[in-house]
């Protein structure tokens, strides 16, 4: 193990955050800014989200050292996010913690953003024993969608992902067909409470078909189709709100049964854990923790904090593969690896 205190940052998409660990995985202080100046473009624009990165990090690392009352030089290593995720806020991100630990003369840890999201159920104090492996792994949010075999640091097997968008994006889409903002998942869902989810017939993409694919685009389409009646006129309120329901419970019923088929591939896990900013849906959760109660699995959701991109997820992951070097004697990181 480091034997002083670790710092991250996480630049991948429009959060800019970073986060403070002691050793064994306590946060000592996290900071996360979701950048504004992306709403008006009704989605997250590369350039912007790249030029806030550069602007905010500085102050952000400086207040997150204060927070945890850390002086720079008893940090043990520095980690960034450095893929996938938009290259302009990765290398803002990463040659900013390069830099760092240049200048302090520590090591610097490349994670894969991915693996940090898979490892984020193994912190101290989200699944009573630490979610051991192995466990499957649900992605669900703007720019993944992806069910993957957790049985290792290190270890991982994508079992099935989507054809065309992510769940959060189709969330978003529908949501701006609605009418509402951005981003659309949390307001689609405040809408949908008004709404009959079985109000309305819509397709349930892939249903049965093997394997744990997704698809959303179908469900888009159909949407779009029952909006067209209505031109330009506004929706009624009713209308609108049990679209949106009859949508989310598509949704749902479509991930859950992917989920299923997810499961029967990899009968050894104990555990489902689901991440991402999608995974903060009501519905979503509720049908999730039946499915896995059904089978006599647990389930668990980081708290929505974790879930979304964050930088302790990419200190833990971090602290996790050095871990898993340092016991098979390996040298911990390659210092200047963009992993895939
Ligand atoms: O994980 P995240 O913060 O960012 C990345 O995409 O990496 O996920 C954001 C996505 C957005 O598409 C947002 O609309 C969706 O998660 N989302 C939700 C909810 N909260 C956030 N979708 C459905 N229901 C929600 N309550
Ligand atoms: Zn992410």
Redesign the pocket.
């Known amino acids: 193990r480091p034997d002083g205190p670790i710092l991250a940052i996480e630049s991948s998409?429009d959060?800019t955050a970073c986060a403070i660990l002691a050793p064994n995985g306590t946060v000592l202080a996290q900071r996360v800014i979701s950048q504004d100046g992306h709403a008006d473009f009704g989605g997250v624009v590369p350039e912007i989200a790249a030029r806030a990165h550069l602007a905010l990090l500085p102050n952000l690392v400086r207040a997150t050292l204060q927070d945890a009352n850390i002086a720079p030089a008893t940090l043990s290593f520095i980690a960034a996010s450095t893929g996938p995720g938009l290259i302009g806020g990765l290398i803002v991100g990463s040659g900013f913690a390069k830099g760092l630990a240049l200048a302090l003369g520590i090591p610097f840890v490349a994670v894969n953003h991915v693996e940090a999201h898979a490892l984020t159920a193994r912190l101290p104090g989200i699944v009573p024993d630490g979610a051991p492996f192995p466990y499957l792994l649900l992605l669900v949010?703007?720019?993944?969608c992806q069910c993957i075999a957790v049985e290792g640091v290190g270890h991982y097997r994508k079992l099935g992902g989507t054809i065309d968008d992510?769940a959060?994006?189709a969330?978003?889409k529908v949501a701006k067909m609605l009418g509402l903002g951005w981003?659309?998942?949390?307001e689609?869902?405040k809408l949908a409470r008004e709404g009959n989810p079985k109000a309305i017939s819509l397709p349930r993409p892939l249903w049965r078909r093997e394997g744990c694919d997704f698809s959303f685009s179908g469900l888009k389409t159909a949407i779009s189709q029952k909006l067209a009646p209505f031109g330009k006129e506004p929706l009624p309120r009713q209308f609108a709100a049990d679209l949106a329901a009859s949508f989310q419970q598509a949704v749902a019923d479509v991930v859950t049964n992917r989920i299923e088929h997810a499961l029967d591939m990899m009968p050894e896990a104990k555990l489902l854990v689901a991440a991402?900013?999608?995974a903060?849906?009501?519905v979503l959760r509720t049908a999730l923790e039946k499915t896995a109660a059904q089978r006599g699995l647990r389930f668990a959701a980081p708290p929505l904090r974790l879930?979304?991109?964050n930088a302790v997820m990419v200190g833990w992951a971090a602290l996790e593969t050095w871990r898993e070097a340092a016991e098979r004697n390996l040298p911990p990181i390659n210092d200047n690896a963009l992993r895939p």
């Open positions: 998409c959060e949010s703007g720019g993944h992510a959060g994006e969330f978003d981003p659309g998942g949390p689609l869902e991402g900013g999608v903060a849906n009501t879930c979304t991109d």
